[in-house]
């Protein structure tokens, strides 16, 4: 089944712990994004990767950092998690930037206490 | 820089009202543009796009959407909702390298 899939789905942490979120997708796709969604402002891209070992800073990446070694893989870092962090994170993926439909995964809710 | 505006926060209709979702964005070069649906507890998937051709657009579900370019809009319509619409929507815009999103509606059909 093509799909995108997050580790983890929910997680509960402290300031400052170190945390991944991964992201994986099975479709051979180029592009792939990570967003945040906070009430009443939508979907933020954090980053995004127009293909392996490319990536580039959306609208909101301060205090995030991704990697693309493979072509399936765009893990999420969180180096050192503060509370305005907490959020539902979702990975997405799509064919090629622009005209293709992302795919998006089922989302990670994240909370920094 | 590419901005998305989406008018309506929270609608609310009953079943077999019309509806109609504003979007409006502001992007000086060719665009890509989407609605996508995010049922509770759900991903978003996509409803619709539009790239080129018929500025009408049909989706799934009975949804469609007009483009007009002059007034730098994408607006979303369905003639008769359901109770199983109810579900936030999203008005996104696809540019060169990035993808923005409105802030959201929240529809809420009453049975």
């Known amino acids: 089944e093509a799909q995108v899939t997050q580790n983890p789905r929910y997680l509960i942490t402290v300031t400052g712990k170190k945390l991944t979120v991964t992201c994986s997708q099975n479709?051979?796709?180029?592009?792939m994004s990570w967003y945040r969604q906070d009430p009443g402002l939508g979907l933020r891209q954090i980053y995004y990767?127009?293909?392996?070992?490319?990536?580039d800073k959306g609208d909101v990446p301060e205090g995030y950092k991704v990697s693309r070694k493979e072509k399936r893989n765009f893990p999420l870092i969180l180096e050192s998690p503060s509370p305005n962090q907490t959020s539902l994170y979702f990975c997405?993926?799509?064919?090629?930037?622009?005209?293709?439909?992302?795919?998006f995964g089922p989302g990670t809710r994240l909370t920094v206490l | 820089a590419q901005s998305v505006s989406q008018h309506n926060h929270h609608v609310i209709l009953s079943e077999a009202a019309s509806l109609e979702l504003g979007c409006n964005y502001s992007?000086?070069?060719?665009?890509?543009l989407f609605w996508y649906v995010q049922y509770p507890g759900q991903h978003l998937q996509l409803l619709l796009k539009?790239?080129?051709?018929?500025?009408l657009v049909k989706g799934i579900k009975g949804f469609e959407a007009e483009f007009i370019k002059s007034k730098f809009s994408f607006n979303l319509r369905k003639p008769s909702v359901q109770w199983s619409d109810t579900a936030e929507y999203f008005c996104?815009?696809?540019?060169?390298?990035?993808?923005?999103f409105g802030a959201g509606t929240r529809l809420t059909v009453k049975p």
């Open positions: 997405a993926s799509s064919l090629y930037q622009g005209r293709n439909e992302q795919f």
């Open positions: 479709m051979n796709h180029e592009y």
């Open positions: 990767s127009m293909n392996v070992e490319v990536t």
């Open positions: 992007y000086g070069g060719t665009v890509n």
């Open positions: 539009y790239f080129s051709g018929d500025p």
């Open positions: 996104a815009v696809n540019g060169a390298n990035d993808m923005r």
